[in-house]
């Protein structure tokens, strides 16, 4: 039989290296031609990837959680004979796209719905583990959960004392920690804090939501959007020595998952009104926790909005998304007891910090531009 090798795919792009999220085959089981064969992820996207040959897989060499570089072989899968052909003797070839080969008798497959399988390859669960209660034992994704919530408890329930687990440090993780690690190596950062009252931002935002569902981030990026345009300074980038004022201002949004944070963007910000900015980030953010961006839509922000008022942070001190000079975080709304036009009076208060690169801006003109978000946030009128 003919053994081919099944190499890192070239959907890599330029990236020399990218991480085996998990095998959706075990070695000795049937593989078809355009089955997914294994999801890899590059930089902070999944892609699946289908076996280009049909046969039987008998032998993976990179492992789930493992690093795999450009050109390396990931597996490696024995062709399915041809009916009536003579044996072979066994030889070792590679893959290519458009190999011409049998495919073998249809192997017995899970019966899963596609949001199970999709849950169950985030998690890293065998489906074939799962007891269905679908109709005729098709697994659904009430099932996988269910498995899931009983693994959690079978793990909390492991007495005091036994031996820890570990995570790989891989994948999105570790993509995460080298891109933070070289923004803070390479940049001089500071950071400004500023607190707004919000109180007019708060009564827009009720209203809006009723109409379009607008959130908060949706205002603070439009904010942004018009104050990058009035300091285009901010919407720049150091491209060795010379700064690049850029003529297009997309804003990028940071999304915590599970898995770790990824930021799509929302491109020509500043030519966009408040509504379709809410209903771009909504798909952005739908499609950022359903495993499905792709590359290009996390690829090109100016500038970055990281919003933790959700989890009742006041302020605090992000970190500058490269090649981006600057980066804005958002705190909660707390209500406060303040002078306001002479007078003591409830408001609602949220604390801004801007982080920024000081090789290209100094703390005055960065502060002006903070000030204009402030600006718009407390008296955002029709301007927002």
């Known amino acids: 039989m003919t053994v081919v090798d099944i190499p890192v ?8 290296e990218c991480v085996v999220v998990t095998w959706l085959k075990r070695v000795g089981d049937e593989v078809r031609e355009g089955e997914d064969l294994l999801v890899l992820q590059v930089e902070k996207v999944s892609y699946d990837v289908p076996s280009p040959v049909s046969g039987r897989l008998v032998e993976i060499l990179v492992p789930q959680g493992q690093v795999a570089r450009r050109g390396q072989v990931l597996a490696r899968v024995e062709l399915a004979a041809e009916k009536g052909a003579e044996p072979e003797s066994r030889e070792r070839r590679p893959a290519q796209v458009g190999t011409p080969a049998k495919a073998p008798a249809e192997p017995q497959r899970v019966l899963a719905s596609p949001i199970a399988r999709r849950l169950a390859r985030e998690h890293n669960i ?3 583990q799962v007891k269905g209660t679908g109709r005729g034992g098709r697994i659904t994704e009430k099932d996988v959960r269910a498995f899931i919530e009983a693994q959690e408890k ?11 687990t570990t995570v790989p440090f891989a994948g999105m993780r570790a993509t995460i920690a080298r891109r933070m690690h070289e923004s803070l190596q390479t940049m001089a950062q500071l950071t400004l804090f500023t607190e707004a009252d919000v109180t007019e931002l708060v009564a827009l935002r009720e209203r809006l939501k009723q109409e ?11 904010a942004s959007a018009l104050a990058l345009r009035e300091h285009p300074r901010v919407n720049a980038t ?3 020595d010379v700064i690049r004022l850029l003529p297009h201002v997309h804003v990028g949004i940071a999304v915590a998952l599970d898995e770790g944070l990824v930021v799509p963007v929302i491109r020509d910000a500043d030519q966009k009104d408040v509504k379709e900015i809410a209903r771009e980030r909504r798909q952005l953010v739908e499609r950022a926790r359903a495993g499905k961006l792709v590359a290009e839509e996390m690829r090109g922000s100016t500038f970055t909005v990281t919003n933790l008022g959700a989890y009742d942070v006041d302020g605090f001190t992000p970190i500058v998304n490269p090649p981006e000079v600057a980066i804005l975080g958002v705190g909660r709304i707390v209500d406060k007891v303040v002078i306001h036009q002479g007078k003591v009076a409830q408001r609602s208060m949220m604390v801004l910090s801007l982080s920024f690169d000081h090789r290209v801006l100094d703390g005055a003109p960065a502060a002006a531009f903070l000030q ?8 955002p009128g029709d301007r927002l």
Do not use: F, N
């Open 126 to 128: 065998d489906l074939r």
């Open 238 to 240: 150091l491209d060795g």
């Open 372 to 379: 204009t978000i402030k600006s718009y946030l407390e008296e």
């Open 9 to 16: 795919p070239d959907i890599i792009g330029d990236a020399e």
């Open 212 to 222: 379009a569902g607008v959130t908060y981030t949706d205002l603070i990026v439009r």
């Open 154 to 164: 079978a793990a909390t329930a492991v007495a005091p004392g036994a031996e820890e």
